[in-house]
């Protein structure tokens, strides 16, 4: 298969989608007897992998690997490698591992650094850690010796690996007697180690990484305006307490578990990198990220490596998710398209945050991926599909598009009375004000973003506000609907006089806000679409703030109306710590809710 880059078709038929992703989970042959026999064998190992500065830390990595009974030495496959979500383990890609060893891929799934019975400690997925050990798994696959053995004690080497292809030069164009035909698949923590092997290694061929980050700083202290590039700011945010805390407990556990095996996880900050416990008091304590902590998380993204990233990405990344939002693989993409990257995105409904797709939905969605990889790993004459595809909750189907962004934009302008008008002439004055509590509490009632996947949707809460606390404008009754497909902005201009005064002694002073879109219904019952929530830290409130709302697929529908409001806390997040009276006069131009509409 050629190396170079390929021309994609723009569209997939959704016949073929349904059909492909209709394949059996794991092929069967028949014996000679007539018994079933399975299509793959699984053998779990443990690798010997260095990390960290000139490789000087030893970890222990298991892993189960999936070779295709057709596999051989004369007749060898192209393989994936694969690992877990945060939290996860090797086992947790069984279901995806036996049904791609069923449609002749080899498959290697293992625990990454500090989960799942693997040693060492949770670096997230630092290049030079998680990066460095997928690429000596990488190594392994294509054949090369003493890396992989049957025991945790590294005693008894297992057998080297001959029957995955290989390439005659990586991606850089450099030759390697260990260059397999493979590509990584995952999710979430297990997105973004595909980004950190393809920096550090030119001979991973094709990712496919799903609901990840593109600068964790913004993931977990994000700050929606100001950006300096991406999602990326230079002024921190307002931390997530909810997922911090959820994060550090899962993280800690899995290294009290598996402490017999390493207990050297447990020195300093518990089965973490050493920056990230004390990264938490101090955020927990602030409502913000420490500059040398921004930097620290920044490093273990993408977005401060984008450049080395050469090789086809499909992004997946999910509507309902308050952790990695939209914006995230929106700032990923636009970054590979600008610099040559062969790139396609898919917005699909299932992210952190639950979502449930129809079988349709899912069934795309399984076809593009199962594509992506057969084209560039098996090198067959396979569409991947259009560049831009996002789900359609109302329709239960996907929609394409041949880049992104899709919409033309649609402006509603600030107006008295709590109203939105579309007409900038029909702007008229009026005032409101609100309060930002003390201290950084929550001024609202909802559910809680780090259990929005695995609570009952019964304690899945409305949004609720306390009064004072929050402005807003709505929309008349919509007479046709509004189909928004981006990221919302808002730009206002805000009046908060104290802040004015404390802005200058850095962002303990300054005044923090949360933007968030609702759709209200005829009944008055106003839904914060998918909980997502843009906080802002408003360096200086003397000059109009413009704030980029997560990217959003959604459909207005007729009789409801389109709200926008600015509230000084929410449950999900540690606000400002000092009580500040902010204030928001219509009339003023150029204050508007600019929504990117389609059709």
């Not at 202290?221 to 230079?234: A, C, E, I, L």
């Not at 920044?298 to 977005?303: D, N, R």
């Not at 329709?395 to 109203?419: D, H, I, K």
């Not at 990217?551 to 529908?557: D, L, N, P, S, Y």
Request: net charge negative; hydrophobic share 40%; proline share 7%.
């Amino acid at each position: 298969m050629p190396r170079s880059s390929r021309a994609r078709i723009a569209r997939v038929a959704a016949s073929a989608a349904v059909g492909l992703a209709s394949v059996a989970t794991v092929a069967l042959t028949v014996a000679p007897d007539g018994a079933a026999e399975p299509a793959f064998t699984t053998q779990t190992l443990h690798f010997a992998v260095q990390v960290g500065p000139s490789l000087s830390q030893s970890c222990d990595v298991v892993g189960v690997l999936y070779t295709p009974a057709t596999a051989s030495s004369a007749a060898r496959v192209p393989a994936i490698l694969t690992t877990n979500g945060f939290g996860g383990s090797a086992a947790d890609q069984a279901p995806f591992a036996e049904q791609e060893a069923g449609r002749g891929y080899v498959v290697l799934s293992y625990s990454g650094l500090g989960f799942g019975g693997s040693g060492c400690k949770i670096t997230l997925d630092d290049p030079g850690y998680d990066g460095v050990a997928a690429s000596q798994l990488i190594s392994y696959l294509g054949g090369a010796p003493r890396i992989a053995y049957t025991d945790q004690a590294h005693t008894v080497a297992a057998p080297t690996l001959n029957v995955v292809m290989h390439d005659a030069i990586d991606h850089a164009g450099v030759a390697s007697a260990f260059d397999p035909r493979v590509g990584m698949w995952g999710g979430s923590y297990g997105g973004q180690v595909q980004f950190a092997a393809a920096s550090v290694d030119a001979r991973l061929d094709a990712i496919n990484p799903q609901i990840t980050w593109n600068d964790l700083s913004y993931s977990l202290d994000p700050n929606n305006t100001g950006q300096v590039r991406g999602v990326t700011t230079s002024n921190p945010g307002a931390t997530k307490s909810s997922w911090a805390a959820g994060f550090s407990a899962k993280g800690i556990f899995d290294g009290v578990q598996y402490a017999q095996n390493d207990p050297s996880r447990l020195i300093g900050c518990p089965n973490f990198v050493d920056f990230v416990c004390p990264a938490l008091v101090s955020a927990g304590a602030t409502g913000y990220l420490a500059p040398a902590d921004v930097a620290a998380l920044q490093h273990a993204s993408v977005e401060s490596y984008l450049a080395k990233v050469r090789i086809p990405v499909l992004l997946d990344q999910g509507q309902v998710d308050t952790l990695f939002n939209l914006n995230e693989a929106i700032a990923t993409y636009r970054a590979l398209k600008a610099q040559g990257t062969p790139v396609a995105m898919l917005w699909r409904e299932q992210g952190h945050s639950g979502g449930t797709p129809s079988a349709t939905g899912r069934a795309y969605e399984d076809a593009r991926i199962q594509s992506w990889f057969d084209h560039y790993l098996k090198g067959l004459p396979v569409s991947t599909g259009s560049a831009f595809a996002y789900y359609q909750d109302w329709t239960g189907t996907f929609a394409e598009a041949a880049s992104y962004p899709v919409a033309s934009t649609s402006r509603y302008y600030l107006s008295g009375a709590n109203t939105l008008v579309g007409n900038r002439n029909r702007v008229t004055s009026g005032s409101q004000s609100l309060v930002t509590p003390p201290a950084g509490v929550p001024t609202s009632l909802g559910g809680l973003d780090a259990l929005g996947s695995t609570v009952p949707v019964p304690l899945d809460l409305p949004d609720t506000n306390l009064p004072g606390t929050y402005v807003h404008w709505q929309t008349p009754a919509l007479t046709k609907p509004v189909t928004v497909v981006g990221s919302p902005v808002l730009d206002v201009q805000i009046s908060a006089p104290t802040a004015v005064l404390t802005s200058a002694l850095g962002p303990a002073g300054q005044v923090v806000l949360f933007a968030k879109v609702y759709d209200v219904a005829p009944d008055g019952t106003a839904s914060l679409i998918h909980g997502l929530v843009a906080p802002v830290r408003v360096a200086d409130p003397t000059r109009a703030v413009h704030i980029t709302l997560p990217g959003i697929a959604h459909r207005f529908t007729v009789g409801h109306r389109i709200e926008i409001m600015l509230a000084g806390g929410d449950l999900n997040y540690r606000g400002g710590l000092t009580p500040t009276l902010v204030s928001v006069s219509t009339g003023v131009t150029g204050q508007a809710l600019t929504l990117p509409v389609v059709g």
